[in-house]
């Protein structure tokens, strides 16, 4: 009898990551227990601004700072 082995896809698809700006600013999404937090960085890695919301939220506010 011929072994049958179930292959199982675990990928999960995410939304996060970084920007850099053209002043050298960074721009990060990621999901920080289990909310959306948005943030941007100066060039020297300050926190210049910092916000938590919604999925949409977050994403729309990176996308202005991105533009």
Known sequence: MAR???VIDHRVISRTGHHRLP???LL????ELGRWV???YTPE????????????EVHAWADKIAA
């Open 28 to 31: 990060r999404v990621d999901t």
């Open 45 to 56: 890695m300050k926190v210049k601004i910092r916000i938590v919301g919604s999925d949409a």
């Open 4 to 6: 049958q082995h179930q």
């Open 23 to 25: 002043d050298g600013s």
């Open 38 to 40: 948005g943030t941007l």
